[in-house]
């Protein structure tokens, strides 16, 4: 009875105690669910180790669409990834930077990212929250400094407040700052376009589209996988070497020559918007690419043999698989207005960077 | 962890560690002219490195890890040069510490402290921690600006520029534990020992691989005690 009395009492002095500590130290923040569509695999972001909120997410969001990320204010994230483009860069080939320099590579739409474990276009980077760093820091991109990013942002009181809001106290480092952008850009899920409808059962293909659909899936689909239009593999598509800009892929980061001239597989969601293609913009059209694919691909040691001996293309075919292709852009995604710039956001006009 | 709970309660005494960045038998001044042993000139701007995983070795032979931080020993930043530790032996027959980063630090986003991402020490472009740097002139490099810049860093396997250190502290101090212990890291080191390492020829490397890897098991020598107490 005793030892009952005891233990009832410590358990409400526990209570009390663990009460007041939650009280005192849970930031009132409030959490943002992330939803996994129906049939996808799950998601390979850890986000046990970033939990989302409303608060990191308007954080991130900011963030995003701020120009002084950038050296001269310009460039802001934003200013290469479009949303409208399904954050690509509308009609550029190759990325622009700071102080009117180009940068090697074409700017890949971002969305499903929390199903991706290796980013950019040669997979150097491993996780999504080092992502950022990479055109913070590059001298043809946004040109600016880590350290001089957060003096910046810790120079605002708007900033100091939305840190203590997302992660609790005022105090901005490199880790919060990629933590909020990697909440905003985990929410950034693509998942409603015709084709998604269509396996949802809610509209249906039409006949082009049905015919487009049976084609992709016996031509392009072992390399751009449903759900996600990408397997996230690298490889080599008999696209020869620009012996000028010199990007040879994956084997800049693997230093192995099997890994000469590889790119990761690009999702074809929202492809209709992304134009030019590949991971130099080479080609214009999805045409360029079709034509790649059945007459030009170059014989190399490694080119990928799913396309060494290229893909048998009739000009009918093509058109049948450009109206399917179409269904995969994901209108809602598009001009979702949680991924547009905040209200408050004084986003550089895009005639400066254009 | 456990394992470090219980140290800790009984950790009563303390251990400095003073890290001194040396050029062969002088001081290390930045901007100063010095030679390799193979007579190249070169000075250094920055000479950086990290510090990990410190353990300390009892009588019976048994390490107990004594600290579960990263340090960044910086030649620009004379607190960075000095560690404590605390730990409950009576004796410390050795010391062993990483010079680098733990693997899964390279893989695990961003992190924070000295292994911040904005300290300069890690690639954003190819993911992972730069473990050392020592950067320069030398008027026999063929690199732009006559420049001489070994940031070395790899951690996938047979790439991984993180090598152990073992420095024997015998024999032993009578009657009471070390208090102080001086360690001598030594420029020179990275020029010479399993591989020559010529300015004229290599004098640049920015990424993990054959040349960084060359560079960590010459700068797996440079540590040496110069002192203790």
């Known amino acids: 009875m005793r030892i009952a009395c005891i233990t009832i009492l410590l358990t409400v002095l526990v209570c009390i105690a663990t009460s007041f500590v939650e009280k005192k130290q849970a930031p009132a923040t409030t959490s943002l669910a992330f939803v996994v569509p129906e049939g996808w695999p799950q998601p390979v972001y850890d986000f046990s180790q970033n939990p989302l909120t409303k608060e990191g997410f308007e954080l991130g969001r900011k963030l995003f669409y701020d120009g002084r990320l950038s050296v001269d204010g310009n460039f802001p994230c934003s200013s290469c990834h479009q949303q409208f483009a399904a954050f690509a860069t509308y009609d550029h080939n190759l990325s622009h930077g700071v102080n009117n320099s180009l940068t090697t590579r074409n700017a890949p739409g971002l969305f499903n990212l929390a199903w991706q474990k290796e980013f950019m276009h040669d997979g150097g980077i491993n996780h999504l929250d080092l992502q950022p760093l990479a055109p913070i820091t590059a001298t043809n ?163 990928d043999s799913l396309v060494r001996n290229g893909i048998p293309l009739s000009n009918f075919e093509i058109g049948q698989i450009t109206a399917f292709l179409y269904t995969l852009t994901d209108s809602s995604f598009l001009h979702d207005p949680r991924f547009g710039p905040p209200q408050d956001a004084v986003v550089p006009p895009v005639m400066h960077v254009h | ?99 680098g980063v733990d693997s899964i630090k390279n893989v695990s986003g961003v992190q924070t402290g000295t292994l911040d991402p904005a300290r300069g020490m890690f690639w954003t472009w190819n993911s992972g921690y730069i473990v050392a740097k020592l950067e320069g002139k030398s008027s026999v490099s063929k690199a732009l600006g006559r420049y001489m810049t070994y940031d070395v860093g790899g951690y996938k396997p047979g790439e991984n520029a993180s090598r152990w250190i073992v420095l024997p502290l015998t024999p032993a101090t009578k009657n009471k534990p070390l208090q102080a212990i001086s360690i001598k890291a030594d420029v020179l080191a990275w020029f010479k020992g399993e591989n020559k390492i010529l300015i004229a020829e290599n004098a640049v490397c920015h990424e993990p691989g054959i040349l960084a890897m060359k560079l960590a098991d010459n700068y797996s020598h440079m540590f040496s005690i110069l002192q203790k107490q």
Not at chain 1, 146 to 161: E, H, M
């Open chain 1, 141 to 303: 991109e946004m040109g600016e400094t880590l350290n001089n990013v957060l003096a910046k942002l810790r120079a605002d009181t708007t900033y100091r407040k939305m840190f203590k809001a997302a992660f609790g106290d005022e105090d901005i480092n490199t880790q919060k700052m990629s933590k909020a952008l990697s909440q905003f850009l985990l929410m950034m899920v693509s998942s409603n376009s015709k084709y998604d409808k269509v396996r949802r059962g809610e509209v249906s293909f039409n006949l082009p589209e049905r015919l487009g659909y049976d084609l992709f899936k016996k031509k392009c689909a072992s390399c751009h996988t449903e759900p996600l239009f990408s397997d996230y593999t690298y490889r080599n598509i008999g696209v020869d070497l620009d012996s000028f800009i010199n990007d040879v892929g994956r084997m800049r980061i693997t230093r192995l020559s099997a890994d000469s001239l590889k790119f990761k597989v690009p999702s074809l969601r929202n492809v209709m918007v992304t134009a030019p293609y590949l991971h130099d913009g080479r080609f214009y059209s999805t045409y360029e690419v079709f034509n790649h694919y059945r007459s030009s691909v170059v014989k190399m040691k490694n080119t």
């Open chain 2, 1 to 99: 962890m456990a394992c470090i709970g219980v140290m800790q309660l009984c950790a009563q005494q303390k251990l400095n560690l003073q890290f001194v960045n040396m050029v062969g038998e002088s001081k290390l001044n930045i901007g100063d002219s010095y030679k390799t042993s193979f007579d190249e000139p070169f000075t250094v701007r920055r000479f950086k490195y990290y510090i990990s995983n410190i353990q300390l070795q009892d009588d019976h032979q048994q390490w107990h890890k004594v600290s579960s931080e990263c340090f960044l020993v910086d030649a620009e930043d004379p607190a960075s040069q000095a560690i404590t530790v605390n730990h409950g032996l009576k004796n410390i027959k050795s010391i062993k510490f990483l010079l």
